[in-house]
């Protein structure tokens, strides 16, 4: 089972915005049936889909600290068939201090979702902006990285950083087959700062650097104030097209990648 991880230390690169659009794109146009695992104190993954994160128990927390609930208890299904969420919030932020010191306490997320989530076809995973316990956690499970990267002078500091985070948890956690399957350019305006800095991107991820940088569109922003995807809010905008060209690219960068390994 295919397993994507939206990942970027920085924040405001568009994590949850591709989750939760490329999930539910996997959903709707591949019919598959998709969980989306929120792993962010901030629990907009969920509040994207229009759950009420501070109400909602048990939750990611609670599947990572109490063996006793279950992953189905933890799991929300969502207005866009085949898709279904786990939703997170703010006690997220006290997983490192409840784990402590715990041999296994990366490896719980993915010990959950290989014993309790058989029956789904992808598992899509947001991450916080750190690179804290619940982020190594996602790595342990994921079976590929897409990092979005926002065009900004600062945003090239942390990519190198990610692919050694990536490259570290994939031996140390005997994950071999673990690797970024393709870097999107995010908050991309025509400036000659932004192309430059795509062009940067272009040399240090020659073949895995989408096609398709995500633009600005205020429809993306508004479809998450409504609690929709953009595929329910907006399907004939710009946003809505720019997603699904992205979407489509990791779909086969994820193939292309299946195909490799086999
Ligand atoms: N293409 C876009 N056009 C306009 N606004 C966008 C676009 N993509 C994302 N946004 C807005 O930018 C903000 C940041 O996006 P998002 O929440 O997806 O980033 P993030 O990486 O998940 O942030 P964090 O690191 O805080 O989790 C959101 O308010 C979102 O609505
Ligand atoms: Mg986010």
């Avoid at 009420?52 to 068939?81: G, I, K, S």
């Avoid at 902006?129 to 990285?145: D, K, Q, R, Y």
């Avoid at 979407?247 to 390994?261: L, T």
Wanted: proline share 5%.
């Amino acid at each position: 089972m295919r397993r994507i991880a939206f990942i970027n230390e920085k924040g405001g690169t568009c994590k949850t915005t591709l989750s939760v659009n490329v999930a539910a794109w996997f959903a709707r146009v591949k019919k598959m049936k998709v969980l989306l695992v929120d792993l962010d104190t901030q629990g907009h993954a969920g509040k994207s889909l229009g759950v009420d994160v501070r109400t909602v128990r048990p939750n990611v927390f609670d599947l990572l600290t109490d063996p006793a609930v279950a992953l189905a208890a933890c799991t929300r299904p969502t207005a866009v068939e085949g898709l279904f969420v786990v939703p997170s919030y703010k006690e997220m932020s006290e997983l490192p201090a409840v784990l402590g010191q715990r041999e296994d306490r990366a490896r719980l997320l993915a010990g959950r979702l290989d014993a309790e989530a058989q029956d789904y076809d992808l598992v899509v995973f947001d991450a916080p902006p750190s690179m804290g316990l619940a982020t190594f956690n996602i790595l342990v499970a994921a079976t590929e990285v897409v990092i979005p990267v926002g065009l900004t002078y600062l945003a090239l500091d942390g990519c190198a950083e990610m692919v050694k985070t990536v490259e570290e948890v994939s031996a140390k956690y005997a994950r071999p087959d673990l690797r970024v399957s393709l870097v999107v350019p995010t908050l991309y305006r025509k400036t000659a700062l932004a192309d430059e800095i795509l062009a940067k991107l272009g040399e240090y991820f020659p073949d895995r650097l989408a096609k398709t940088p995500l633009g600005f569109n205020v429809k993306i922003d508004e479809a998450q104030s409504h609690g929709q995807t953009i595929w329910d809010y907006a399907p004939w905008s710009r946003g809505a097209q720019m997603l699904e060209a992205i979407a489509r690219e990791i779909d086969a960068a994820g193939n292309a990648r299946r195909r490799a390994v086999a």
